[in-house]
């Protein structure tokens, strides 16, 4: 008989597992507010068995991956740049 894990306890399980891995805290919170915004995207009791890859590109598509600022657009001009990109070329200059 197989065990269905739903999307809570797994995301439970995967916090854990990065804590024990040691990974720093600013991870692990990042992780922490990304998971939560997935999980409010996908339910609670999402099986995780059932997550396709089509689920999870949706959730990265949409508003609630980014905030739900509804201002998320796809954008080849540097002005529109995600903040942590901008950072990230401002840092490797």
Excluded: C
């Amino acid at each position: 008989m197989t065990t269905e894990m739903n999307l809570s306890i797994g995301i439970e399980k995967y916090i854990e597992h990065l804590a024990a891995l040691g990974k720093k805290p600013s991870t692990i919170g990042t992780a922490k507010r990304t998971m939560a915004l997935l999980q409010q995207h996908l339910g609670d009791s999402k099986v995780i068995s059932k997550i396709l890859t089509v689920h999870v590109a949706n959730f990265y598509s949409s508003d609630a991956a980014h905030g739900g600022s509804g201002v998320h657009q796809a954008s080849s001009s540097h002005n529109d740049t995600h903040p942590a990109a901008s950072r990230m070329h401002r840092d490797s200059h």
